[in-house]
């Protein structure tokens, strides 16, 4: 499981979780709109923001026919066409769009829906690619998209286990070096029962890639849990204004949402860490809470300990109580105090 780059950023086990804010179908329609959710990510704290390439006609159909209507769900009723129509991100958007966030200092990339739309990624020289979880299944795409050797992502949703090993074998025969895979149900939104976390953990072990979440919860509190079982990249649906009324608005994060996921990721990663049973800094000045062996009287060199003479008590500096016994009937070699604490250089050996 090699670690990779994306800009700069390195993104693997020993890295803190790579956050992306999908913007999606956020803009809503407007350049503006697009522009405010760049800059209030690169605030939230996310490390990219990742678009999406399509456009109704490069994606399906214009078509009434049963098979090209939405039945159920966010988007009942509307045909493909007519969703796509409304969602895209207008081709001639993609230059400003990469021009601010670069200017911003946010890293922006996106998922192509087609072979076009990689040409067009590769004239903004897009550093690295998403295959969309319903694309994962479109093996010429992968390998279209392999072929520029830059970073891959794929989401995973929908995919089963043999269709998982095709796209990752397709993308690695076609050049791809850079690979990671995304655990993701493709619910909009998803119930968190439907995760099934575990997963992440198997797949880490089962492909040997870099692995994360596309997570389309409600909340972030699938996300913060899938760091701990190994999660590397977070991407989460993200908007200036959940009830803004567009095709993805309702089951995205706002921007408070966004910072606390960009804040609590990393605070999670931070504190999985490593296998150490040892006193850690924190701890150091608490030593004073722990019991130890102190003297309760005044007594001469030569004599022996007695049971009355010490006892086991907060601080912690003295002889750890598991000693008392070898204390008890010890003969001295110092004069001792009352109130010191108990050692062997004051007992004969």
């Known amino acids: ?77 509307k045909a493909l066409y007519e969703l796509y129509e409304e969602a895209h991100t207008p081709w001639e958007w993609h230059k400003p769009l990469f021009e601010h966030a670069r200017k911003v200092g946010i890293t922006i990339f996106s998922s192509p829906f087609d072979s076009t739309a990689v040409d067009l990624l590769e004239d903004l020289n897009t550093p690295a690619y998403k295959i969309a979880s319903f694309e994962a299944v479109d093996l010429p795409l992968i390998r279209y998209v392999a072929s520029t050797g830059k970073p891959m992502i794929i989401s995973t949703g929908m995919a089963n286990v043999e269709e998982i090993e095709e796209a990752i074998t397709t993308a690695k025969e076609a050049g791809c070096r850079q690979l990671a895979i995304l655990h993701c149900v493709s619910g909009y939104p998803a119930p968190a029962a439907d995760y099934n976390l575990r997963t992440i953990p198997d797949m880490i072990d089962r492909f040997g890639l870099i692995t994360g979440l596309s997570d389309h919860t409600l909340d972030n509190t699938t996300a913060i849990t899938s760091v701990a079982l190994g999660a590397s990249i977070i991407e989460k649906h993200f908007t200036l204004d959940r009830t803004g009324g567009g095709p993805d608005d309702s089951f995205s994060l706002e921007p408070s949402e966004l910072k606390a996921l960009c804040r609590d990721a990393k605070t999670a990663w931070q504190a999985l860490g490593k296998v150490d049973y040892g006193r850690k800094a924190s701890e150091q000045g608490n030593v004073k809470f722990r019991r130890s062996l102190y003297f309760v009287r005044n007594i001469r060199a030569g004599e022996l300990v007695a049971k009355d003479d010490v006892r086991s008590v907060r601080p912690g500096f003295g002889l750890a109580p598991k000693y008392i016994d070898e204390v008890i009937g010890s003969r001295l070699i110092k004069d001792v105090k009352l109130f010191q604490r108990v050692s062997w250089d004051d007992l004969a050996k």
């Open 1 to 77: 499981m090699n670690d990779f780059a994306i800009s700069g950023r390195s993104i693997g086990k020993a890295c803190k979780p790579y956050i992306i804010a999908e913007m999606s179908a956020n803009h809503n329609g407007k350049i503006e709109t697009a522009f405010q959710i760049i800059e209030s990510a690169k605030r939230a704290g996310a490390d990219a923001v990742k678009l999406q390439t399509y456009t109704p006609d490069t994606i399906t159909l214009k078509s009434d026919q049963p098979d090209f209507m939405i039945e159920r769900g966010l988007w009942a009723g």
